[in-house]
DNA sequence: AGCGCTACTGACAGAACTGTCAACAGCATC
DNA sequence: GATGCTGTTGACAGTTCTGTCAGTAGCGCT
């Protein structure tokens, strides 16, 4: 068929560093589209331009390779989680807040990336999110904030944290489904805006009992 | 092997429509925890205990199958939610209304179905979750019970709408996350409570400007 | 230039999977 | 009991995939 034979093409020999890169690059992207049963080492091989015996030189196996991709996606989402801390978010800028974590997730796919990852088992699941450091930051600013206005009970630590929860999950699964839904049947940024009011709105009052 | 001789086991036969019923059964269980590429004929036909061949007899193919599978398993998702729908409810009853929605997810994991047929590409995305007829319901009787108090500004019905769907979205990701989870380190039944505790009081009180 | 390390490759083996086909065998009907 | 329909099957063909292995070749080092 139109097969260039691969003498023709002189042969690349990379830093075995960057051979890994990618590599995983390619089988990452395989997996975000079609799930770990999905990952073939001959597809990998022909995106990266290398043999497929390549692919297992550098991750022994098909399984090697799964769990090196898994294991640096997971790494990534939880770093880029930790990102958006570098300054403490004011709660008004609940709405700057969301829309950054909403770009972590569609940015390269992450949340399909991630929710294949889970299905598959891969993730730690919920504590694999790695909110406890976001949860710590909204609390702290928020605990400031009610001590500031003299308000009586601070709200709890499971209140912040169950608003987190809440949020990015939503999100989670928003991006994944966004996509097939017919153009604009659901405004994403109308929604972002809403749960951005609502949020801040619980986040400043807590719940009345 | 172990391998029984098939030529020991009398041959069954059943009705067409017997038969197609059990073939998406363990194909759908299949496509559940492996997702789409993880269905593989000869381990659909060995889990209903038939020979491969008969699966193709009745799908005519595997893309047949998954079709059937997504098809049959999308319109039991949406039927499941009218279900929930029989009669009306009360917004004190929001806990009982959140659980049975989260039952819906868990039952037969069909949150795990769901989010693998989407990320397949087969749902329909948001939409495909058949949201409207149970927003139409919690509008028709929050809008009701606010008449009945006296306020001036009814919600709109995208309020009540994005509620539904923030709600809808968390409980398919949790669902489909909790699994994985070490155990008891999110408390979901305290989580259910206090969503419903928060959807409670915005169903109520909705959002102030 | 020569050498060693190792990234890289083609060819092959073995297994698994989808799909085809002719034939077998329940079961209802006559 | 014979017949027809069709659910069902074993055997086979063709493709594709993972993994092995011996050998090739790029690149840094002396």
């Given at each position: 068929?139109?097969?260039?034979p691969?003498?023709?093409?002189?042969?690349?020999?990379?830093?075995a560093e960057?051979?890994?890169?990618?590599i995983?690059?390619?089988?990452e992207?395989?997996?975000?589209?079609e799930?770990?049963?999905g990952?073939?080492?001959q597809?990998?091989a022909?995106?990266?331009?290398?043999?497929?015996?390549?692919?297992?030189?550098?991750?022994?196996?098909?399984?090697?390779?799964?769990?090196?991709?898994?294991?640096?996606?997971?790494a990534?989402?939880?770093?880029?989680?930790?990102s958006?801390?570098?300054?403490e978010?004011?709660l008004?800028?609940?709405r700057v807040?969301?829309?950054?974590?909403?770009?972590?997730?569609?940015?390269?796919?992450?949340a399909?990336?991630l929710?294949?990852?889970t299905?598959?088992?891969?993730?730690?699941g919920?504590?694999?999110?790695?909110?406890?450091?976001?949860?710590?930051?909204?609390?702290?600013?928020?605990?400031?904030?009610?001590?500031?206005?003299?308000r009586r009970?601070k709200?709890s630590?499971?209140?912040?944290y169950f608003?987190?929860?809440?949020?990015?999950?939503?999100?989670?699964?928003?991006?994944?489904?966004?996509?097939?839904s017919k153009?604009?049947?659901?405004?994403?940024?109308?929604?972002h805006?809403?749960?951005a009011?609502l949020?801040?709105q619980h986040?400043?009052?807590?719940?009345?009992?």
């Amino acid at each position: 068929m139109t097969r260039t034979p691969r003498s023709v093409v002189p042969r690349r020999r990379r830093t075995a560093e960057e051979a890994r890169a990618a590599i995983l690059d390619a089988a990452e992207a395989m997996l975000r589209d079609e799930g770990p049963a999905g990952v073939r080492l001959q597809d990998v091989a022909r995106a990266v331009g290398v043999a497929h015996p390549t692919v297992l030189h550098h991750f022994g196996s098909r399984e090697g390779l799964l769990d090196a991709v898994a294991e640096r996606a997971l790494a990534t989402l939880r770093l880029g989680a930790l990102s958006n801390l570098k300054s403490e978010p004011a709660l008004d800028d609940v709405r700057v807040l969301l829309e950054a974590v909403a770009a972590q997730m569609d940015g390269g796919g992450r949340a399909r990336t991630l929710l294949q990852l889970t299905l598959a088992g891969y993730g730690g699941g919920i504590e694999g999110l790695g909110l406890d450091p976001l949860v710590d930051s909204v609390h702290a600013t928020r605990g400031r904030l009610w001590a500031a206005r003299g308000r009586r009970k601070k709200p709890s630590r499971e209140d912040t944290y169950f608003t987190t929860l809440l949020t990015t999950l939503a999100l989670l699964s928003l991006s994944a489904l966004k996509e097939r839904s017919k153009k604009a049947a659901v405004s994403v940024p109308r929604f972002h805006a809403w749960l951005a009011a609502l949020l801040h709105q619980h986040l400043q009052q807590g719940l009345e009992r």
